[in-house]
């Protein structure tokens, strides 16, 4: 029996016992096509992620933010659920995990088959309008921008864990940005937490509740690298919550963990 295998089976004897809260990060998405940020496939060091200081102050950068997301929508859309997900849905649907909490964007938790999923950092498949809060499905958007940038034809490989790829500025420099059609003015954004934008609080005490009310904390695909996640692993450690992290590679959660499995999440 690998080192893996004997990890694993500590982990089914943990989690047998219920009782689980799941944080799901990006490396659980990766099986599914969407690198992560900072794991083996991770882009981190060469993409900076939009700024919601950068996106609301610049009209030019949120243009080209828009070009780029474009063309990231539509890869993010074919994404499907992976065995991760799959499995995750059915601990749950076995009685096993009492609530899921992700820092993905995706949406992939909820279309395994996931209940009640809590979303930290939003959805990418809703726009919300900055000036009136109507909001809008993200297939509504992509019609409109589709509409208003017929001769558009950028294509991008690979799409990044917030849904941005990397164009050019040739590429982006005729690209249509649209408004709300509801006030008629107002700036449209993806309905997800940027970076330096505030996950909104009532979401954070929810999260904070329900890890407070685990007898396990189980960290899926995330390196626990900003406080967004880290912090639900401090509070369960500073509970007494045993914390168990499944990630490849190293995290900045692992020095809490009871037990850490560094391994694909398919496969575990």
């Given amino acids: ?11 089914v004897e943990r989690v047998s016992a219920g009782g689980v809260v799941v944080l799901s990060g990006a490396g659980l998405s990766t099986e599914s096509g969407i690198p992560d940020y900072r794991g083996p496939s991770g882009v981190a060091r060469r993409h900076t992620p ?4 950068t996106f609301t102050g610049d009209r030019l950068a949120r243009r080209r933010y ?12 074919r994404a499907w659920p992976n065995d991760g997900h799959r499995a995750v849905a059915r601990l749950q649907h076995a009685g096993l ?29 809703v726009v919300v309008c900055l000036d009136c809060g109507n909001r809008i ?22 799409v990044n864990p917030d849904g941005d790829v990397e164009l050019d500025d ?5 690209f249509h940005v649209v408004d709300c059609t509801l006030c008629g003015t107002g700036t449209l954004k993806p309905d997800v937490v940027f970076f330096g934008e505030t996950v909104p609080a009532a979401r954070v005490a929810r999260c904070f509740a329900l890890v407070e009310q685990a007898r396990l904390l189980l960290v899926l695909g995330s390196s626990l690298t900003v406080m967004s996640g880290r912090r639900f692993v401090l509070r369960a450690a500073k509970l007494g919550i045993p914390v168990v992290i499944v990630n490849q590679g190293a995290t900045r959660g692992d020095g809490y963990a009871a037990l850490t499995v560094d391994a694909p999440l398919g496969r575990v």
């Fill in 1 to 11: 029996m690998d080192v893996v295998t004997e990890m694993i089976d500590a982990l």
């Fill in 50 to 53: 939009m700024t919601y200081q």
């Fill in 66 to 77: 828009w070009a780029r997301s474009h063309v990231g929508w539509r890869l993010m859309a």
């Fill in 97 to 125: 995990v009492d609530a899921v909490i992700t820092q993905n964007v995706d949406g992939l938790h909820t279309a395994a088959g996931s209940a009640g999923v809590v979303e930290l950092h939003g959805r990418l498949d």
């Fill in 137 to 158: 499905s993200r297939e509504e958007l992509d019609g409109r921008l589709r509409e208003a940038n017929p001769d558009f034809s950028a294509r991008a490989g690979a």
């Fill in 170 to 174: 040739a590429q982006v420099s005729g």
